[in-house]
């Protein structure tokens, strides 16, 4: 029996993965038709490096996974803090609101935006124009949620003695959080970031209806491809990234481990004295 | 305690930004280009029913196929040591994080009439089957999109099941089947309930994959938004539409949590 699952998961894993390694294949041969194979090359990344359209819809891109998801960490863990200190009556109308993202198909949340833009443009009497600021605000309003959900837990974990020593100890409310709080919602935050930059970094259906000509990412690009056929550089460039976000998952992972690890640790020598 | 006022600048956030363009989308359903109120784009939505029903139909094939693909690797995932547990998840989570227009574009190479798979089938003298532009086309691009976000709270709710209980289930002289249905699946129920929205509401409100595996007349409800929104710049129908599509989706997610009561709901979505 569970042999059996065990080979029905590796066969699931190679489905998941067969789409995924032949882009990388189609990433070393010439031609852009994935179904036929020509002959290996390395033209497709010299290509890409020399390229003048990608390369700048990729900073975009990063440019804006980066900002967005700094700027919705920074607020998510704030309102993580802030959450867990209200009444749970308040608590659970404000994680209603904060599921609304998460629950609403993305491109309802799009249309909605979209929708907002056109009509506080309408309201002011002047265009606004979509670009960097609205793409911006879209993709701060999905990751927020992602933020708050995984900071709340490790706030949840995290022992209430520990700040009230802090406190007792002469730190002030602040210092208490950056010499305590902070360290033990570390992870959370950590994890928080990384998911939210990449959701942001491959977010098309959100983007596709709140970008603006002047400021494109890379999704849209490839979406607008529909029409002609892909560049192979695409694929390279698809490659790189597929190997840059596993190197950053095993950094994640690893982060993981180590709190995995040091929990129990610490779970263990204060079970006896843990008061509720 | 001081730390309430923490969560002010977040809610003013969603306020103007996730609650206010909601509005908006209810004002844009409920008027016509002149700012006037009207219904007929709420009336209009009955042009869209048939398009409704096939979306809807497809979405719950595509999230019944992944309920039936996901739960038995998320239970070996469950069932491993910890370390590959994350190994696991790194590669369940891996392709999520993969641009899903790129990854779809390789199901239309293995699919195509010209593709890999017919070519393969042709070596040994079947083919080429239709693979392509059918619904099974649309419904295979969708479970292939989102398996992972039903295996992922399949396995946050497996790995919280004490192994005790299955051990306690075989002395007491339960066989497999019963173990299944007695034990793993009503405790692993919220995670059923919520990998099925997590896969039947982007499958429901797709659009590049439908566009791209789908054939001429199984355009999906997000074509119809798209297209709305894109090319005729109809936005008061296209926002009637997106409403409908939002109370479709509220309510079957309003239905299904109904079945797992108040289970810690919250943290079954959580990795």
């Given at each position: 029996?569970?042999k059996?699952?065990?080979?029905?998961?590796v066969?699931?894993f190679?489905?998941?993965?067969?789409?995924?390694?032949?882009?990388v294949?189609?990433?070393f041969?010439?031609?852009?038709d994935?179904?036929?194979?020509?002959?290996?090359?390395l033209?497709n990344?010299s290509?890409l490096?020399?390229?003048?359209?990608?390369?700048?819809?990729?900073?975009?891109?990063?440019?804006?996974a980066?900002?967005?998801?700094?700027?919705?960490?920074?607020?998510?863990?704030?309102?993580?803090?802030?959450?867990?200190?209200?009444?749970?009556?308040?608590?659970s109308?404000?994680?209603?609101?904060?599921?609304?993202?998460m629950?609403?198909?993305?491109?309802?949340?799009?249309?909605?935006?979209?929708?907002?833009?056109?009509?506080?443009?309408?309201?002011?009497?002047?265009?606004?124009?979509?670009?960097?600021?609205?793409?911006?605000?879209?993709?701060?309003?999905?990751?927020?949620?992602?933020?708050?959900?995984?900071?709340?837990?490790?706030?949840?974990?995290m022992?209430?003695?520990?700040?009230?020593?802090?406190?007792?100890?002469?730190?002030?409310?602040?210092?208490?959080?950056?010499?305590?709080?902070?360290?033990?919602?570390?992870?959370?935050?950590v994890?928080?970031?990384?998911?939210?930059?990449?959701?942001?970094?491959?977010?098309?259906?959100?983007?596709?209806?709140?970008y603006?000509?002047?400021?494109v990412?890379?999704?849209?690009?490839?979406?607008?491809?529909?029409?002609?056929?892909l560049?192979?550089?695409?694929?390279?460039?698809?490659?790189?990234?597929?190997?840059?976000?596993?190197?950053?998952?095993?950094?994640?992972?690893?982060?993981?481990?180590?709190?995995?690890?040091?929990?129990?640790?610490?779970?263990a020598?204060?079970?006896?004295?843990?008061?509720t | 305690?001081?730390?309430?006022?923490l969560?002010?600048?977040?809610?003013?956030?969603?306020?103007?930004?996730?609650?206010?363009?909601?509005?908006?989308?209810?004002?844009?359903?409920?008027?016509?280009?002149?700012?006037?109120?009207?219904?007929?784009?709420?009336?209009?939505i009955?042009?869209?029913?048939?398009?409704?029903a096939?979306?809807?139909?497809?979405a719950?094939?595509?999230?019944?196929?992944?309920?039936?693909?996901?739960?038995p690797v998320?239970?070996?995932?469950?069932?491993?040591?910890?370390?590959?547990?994350?190994?696991?998840?790194?590669?369940?989570?891996?392709?999520?994080?993969?641009?899903?227009?790129l990854?779809t574009?390789?199901?239309?190479?293995?699919?195509?009439?010209?593709?890999?798979?017919?070519?393969?089938?042709?070596?040994?003298?079947?083919?080429?089957?239709?693979?392509?532009?059918?619904?099974?086309?649309?419904?295979?691009?969708?479970?292939?999109?989102?398996?992972p976000?039903?295996?992922?709270?399949?396995?946050?709710?497996?790995?919280?099941?004490?192994?005790r209980?299955?051990?306690?289930?075989?002395?007491?002289?339960?066989?497999?089947?019963q173990?299944?249905?007695?034990?793993?699946?009503?405790?692993?129920?919220?995670?059923?309930?919520s990998?099925?929205?997590?896969?039947?509401v982007?499958?429901?409100?797709?659009?590049?994959?439908?566009?791209?595996?789908?054939?001429?007349?199984?355009?999906?409800?997000?074509?119809?938004?798209?297209?709305?929104?894109?090319?005729?710049?109809?936005?008061?129908?296209?926002?009637?539409?997106?409403?409908?599509?939002?109370?479709?989706?509220?309510?079957?997610?309003?239905?299904?949590?109904?079945?797992?009561?108040?289970?810690?709901?919250?943290?079954?979505?959580?990795?």
């Amino acid at each position: 029996m569970k042999k059996t699952i065990r080979i029905f998961t590796v066969l699931i894993f190679a489905f998941l993965y067969i789409p995924i390694l032949l882009l990388v294949f189609g990433s070393f041969t010439s031609g852009s038709d994935l179904s036929s194979f020509h002959s290996l090359t390395l033209t497709n990344y010299s290509e890409l490096f020399a390229d003048r359209v990608l390369l700048p819809l990729l900073k975009n891109s990063l440019i804006l996974a980066v900002v967005s998801s700094l700027i919705a960490t920074a607020l998510g863990t704030l309102a993580a803090i802030g959450i867990q200190a209200l009444s749970p009556k308040l608590r659970s109308a404000v994680m209603s609101v904060t599921n609304i993202p998460m629950t609403n198909p993305d491109i309802v949340t799009g249309v909605s935006l979209a929708l907002l833009f056109a009509f506080v443009g309408q309201a002011m009497k002047t265009e606004i124009r979509l670009g960097f600021a609205t793409l911006l605000i879209a993709h701060i309003t999905f990751n927020l949620p992602y933020v708050i959900l995984s900071v709340l837990p490790k706030l949840r974990q995290m022992d209430p003695t520990l700040r009230d020593a802090a406190l007792d100890l002469g730190c002030r409310p602040m210092q208490a959080f950056f010499k305590v709080t902070i360290y033990e919602i570390l992870p959370g935050i950590v994890s928080g970031l990384i998911m939210a930059f990449t959701m942001s970094l491959d977010d098309f259906v959100i983007s596709y209806f709140v970008y603006g000509p002047e400021f494109v990412t890379l999704p849209v690009e490839i979406y607008n491809y529909v029409k002609k056929p892909l560049p192979p550089k695409i694929y390279a460039l698809f490659t790189l990234m597929f190997f840059a976000i596993l190197v950053m998952m095993l950094l994640m992972n690893l982060i993981q481990g180590k709190d995995d690890k040091r929990r129990k640790l610490s779970l263990a020598s204060l079970r006896p004295v843990r008061r509720t | 305690m001081k730390n309430k006022a923490l969560s002010l600048p977040y809610l003013l956030w969603m306020l103007f930004f996730t609650l206010a363009p909601l509005a908006v989308v209810v004002y844009f359903a409920l008027t016509d280009r002149n700012g006037a109120f009207t219904l007929e784009n709420i009336f209009a939505i009955r042009g869209f029913l048939p398009i409704f029903a096939n979306s809807v139909f497809l979405a719950l094939i595509a999230s019944l196929i992944c309920l039936a693909i996901g739960y038995p690797v998320a239970y070996y995932m469950s069932r491993v040591s910890p370390t590959k547990q994350r190994m696991l998840m790194m590669l369940v989570m891996l392709p999520m994080c993969m641009s899903f227009l790129l990854r779809t574009m390789a199901l239309v190479a293995l699919l195509n009439d010209t593709g890999i798979i017919n070519q393969l089938l042709g070596l040994i003298g079947i083919g080429p089957l239709p693979l392509i532009r059918n619904n099974g086309a649309v419904v295979f691009g969708m479970v292939y999109n989102f398996l992972p976000y039903v295996i992922l709270p399949l396995y946050s709710v497996m790995v919280k099941i004490d192994p005790r209980l299955i051990e306690a289930a075989q002395d007491l002289g339960c066989d497999s089947r019963q173990i299944f249905s007695k034990v793993v699946l009503p405790l692993s129920k919220s995670g059923v309930i919520s990998g099925f929205t997590m896969v039947f509401v982007p499958a429901v409100s797709t659009f590049y994959i439908s566009k791209k595996l789908g054939g001429t007349n199984t355009a999906l409800i997000g074509d119809v938004i798209e297209a709305q929104f894109k090319n005729s710049a109809t936005f008061n129908s296209g926002a009637a539409i997106a409403l409908a599509l939002m109370v479709l989706v509220l309510f079957c997610v309003f239905v299904m949590n109904h079945f797992t009561e108040d289970e810690d709901g919250d943290e079954v979505m959580l990795l």
